[in-house]
């Protein structure tokens, strides 16, 4: 797709309204649609006085034309005006309104010069802005794709997951110690074989090791099954897996092992009838009681089969259960001849098969692209795998409906700042080094001319989301990589280098130098009483010191905020000017026992600016300080 082309779908652009705004920013709002779909863009157009001839272009599968108020602001306050749509999946219908947007523009701001566009999205909109940056010219001049997924993401990331919170729940307390600040440093340590062949077959996944120290997290505890939704996907795709699975060899449901021990002793399939039906005015079923229950608890969602009275196999029901009344409540989504099928007498089978299989789904994905050597530990030495395969490779049949075409080949069209996590758990941090190498097969000689990666520091997956004490904000940097992009493409001002660091095994390490770190995110070194840990008795005054560096002409620290107990209740603290190096040191007393993790967060901005709400940069240094009862320690 070029800048001249006209895409047949969204060739006829409509403007419904035309608005002047002031909140949250002074701007002149654009509303329109597509004609013929039902496809809806917004363009959001600052004073002519304050725009600099740019435009940013926000993309995710799921948003909605609106943006929101921050990205409105930025963007203004960056000299850029905003374009967003409900695109979905893929880059057409971003493309054709930024390339509508330009004519608006040109109208609105009464010029004929060149305008610039940015398109940036982070998780799914990462893959729509690869898609679009590798498959359009002309359209982008530049592009930030952050915490990237890779083609082998979805679901594999999700399932692996799973696997480890079948495995390792229960030890996963005892894991997050270890790799919390102040721990051993060696989780295996405290688990058996079984356990540490897992956590190491996760971990060559790419699930960072120390993102375990958020364990409800890492292990998708607050959701049903830890599969993300996406089992219904597979089982949509690959009907037969779970047959497969627990009845033919090369599977964890058939082989002989202390881990296949433990499928086993998890597996329930169990079968028994529906007793009273409970009916609506209607006639049709509600919920039922039924008349036993397996006595085995599931860690997994349980699928509830219905039998017609001939004992043929209709299908699932969505409902949920109470176990001490044996109700099942119906839910949405039920097809007609389920429904139709709830009589008393008739036979239902519970069962956790699918959910269980699908957590070693990733051993039988085996990547037949070259590159992805997580998967090395499934393959022989003859390089074969030791599992079966499944007929399909989903994670790019899924990650492709996302990008809009073939992609994740390098082939970049645009300047690039990727900017990933190092906390990340849903998008590896390992995905951006490995697409950092596509980009360079590609362009060779021309790839630090045209492309960074910068990494993230304490951070995860979560944008401006619930924030634990452990985790920063990542906005800030995504925002400085946007600004200066369009510099690079504007002005030729060379960006910052990438972040440099150690991959083995799929973990990333990074310098506590910042010189030597690199990127633009501040460094920061803190103590306790000169280690990363300290037992005290209560009443005792400890010592804290930090160190926080900025790298080379990235910016200044201008603020500092210390968390003493480790609640992520952070308050601001004065350190004198801002300036790209800064020492601090406070006391502090404990009166109460307990095991705190106190934290230093320190925030850089390119221009030393203390007031400004954009492009903060923010890191943390933790520690760990044990408290003791007087005279017991």
């Known amino acids: 797709m070029t800048a001249e082309c006209v895409d047949p779908l ?94 608006v523009a040109a109208k609105y701001y009464g010029t004929s010069k060149r305008i610039y566009g940015y398109i940036y999205g982070g998780s ?37 997951r799973a696997f480890a919170r079948f495995v390792l729940e229960d030890k996963a307390p005892l894991i997050a110690d270890a790799v919390s600040p102040g721990g051993s440093g060696n989780p295996y340590a405290v688990l058996n074989k079984t356990e540490q062949a897992v956590l190491l077959e996760v971990t060559k996944l790419g699930v960072p090791l120390r993102a375990w120290e958020d364990y409800s997290y890492v292990l998708g505890l607050n959701d049903a099954d830890g599969l993300l939704g996406f089992g219904s996907t597979v089982r949509m795709i690959d009907s037969t897996y779970a047959d497969d699975f627990w009845s033919k060899p090369g599977y964890l449901g058939t082989e002989q092992s202390a881990l296949v021990d433990l499928f086993r002793a998890a597996k329930i399939d169990f079968s028994t009838k529906i ?59 039920n097809t007609s001849s389920a429904l139709k099928a709830i009589e008393t007498g008739a036979k239902l089978q519970i069962d956790n098969l699918w959910n269980l299989a699908l957590t070693s789904y990733h051993r039988h994905q085996v990547p037949k692209q070259a590159g992805f050597s997580g998967w090395d530990q499934f393959r022989a ?61 590609y362009l060779g000689e021309r790839y630090d001319d045209n492309f960074r990666l910068w990494y993230n520091d304490n951070a995860d997956h979560i944008e401006n989301g619930p924030r634990t004490a452990r985790l920063v904000q990542f906005d800030g940097i995504v925002q400085q990589a946007l600004r200066d992009v369009s510099a690079w493409v504007e002005k030729g001002v060379v960006p910052a280098k990438s972040t440099l660091y150690n991959l083995t095994d799929n973990q990333l390490k990074v310098s506590k130098n910042a010189s030597s770190r690199q990127g633009i995110q501040p460094v920061v070194d803190l103590t306790v009483n000169g280690g990363s840990r300290i037992d005290i008795e209560a009443g005792q005054t400890v010592t804290f010191v930090a160190k926080i560096q900025v790298p080379t ?81």
């Open 124 to 160: 799914g909109g990462s893959y729509q802005t690869i898609g679009a940056i590798e498959n359009t010219s002309g359209v982008w001049d530049g592009a930030v794709p952050y915490i990237p997924g890779a083609p082998t993401a979805i679901p594999n990331n999700f399932f692996a």
């Open 553 to 633: 002409k990235a910016g200044k620290v201008v603020r500092t905020e210390w968390d003493f107990l480790g609640t992520g209740k952070f308050k601001t603290s004065s350190f004198g000017n801002p300036n790209q190096t800064v020492g601090v040191s406070v006391k502090y007393t404990y009166t109460k026992p307990g095991t705190y993790f106190p934290s230093i967060r320190a925030t850089s901005q390119r221009e030393g600016d203390t007031k400004t709400p954009f492009a903060n940069i923010q890191n943390l240094g933790r520690v760990r300080v044990v408290v003791h009862e007087p005279s017991k320690f």
């Open 10 to 103: 969204y060739n006829r652009p409509i403007i419904d309204s035309q608005s002047d705004e002031t909140v949250p920013v002074p701007h002149h709002k654009v509303t329109g649609h597509f004609e013929g779909t039902d496809k809806k863009f917004n363009f959001y157009f600052p004073p002519k006085k304050q725009w600099q001839g740019r435009l940013f272009n926000l993309v995710y599968p799921l948003q909605d034309e609106n943006a929101t108020d921050v990205t409105i602001s930025f963007g203004a306050d960056s000299g850029a005006y905003t374009v967003q749509t409900n695109g979905g999946g893929g880059y057409r219908v971003d493309a054709a309104a930024v390339k509508f947007s330009k004519t």
């Open 275 to 333: 007793g009273q039906v409970n009916r609506n005015a209607q006639n049709e079923p509600t919920s039922f009681v039924l008349e036993n229950l397996p006595t085995q608890q599931s860690k997994f969602k349980l699928d509830y089969t219905v039998y017609n009275a001939d004992g043929t196999k209709v299908g699932l029901l969505t409902g949920s259960l109470n176990a001490s009344t044996k109700l099942l409540t119906l839910g949405s989504g």
């Open 381 to 441: 030495a003859d390089g074969n795998p030791l599992y079966p395969q499944r007929p399909m490779e989903i994670g790019p049949l899924i990650g492709g409906s996302v990008t809009g075409g073939e992609s994740f080949t390098g082939k970049i069209q645009t300047k690039v700042i990727v900017v990933a996590n190092l906390l990340d758990t849903d998008a590896y941090p390992w995905h951006a080094d490995w697409y950092s190498a596509k980009v360079k097969q």
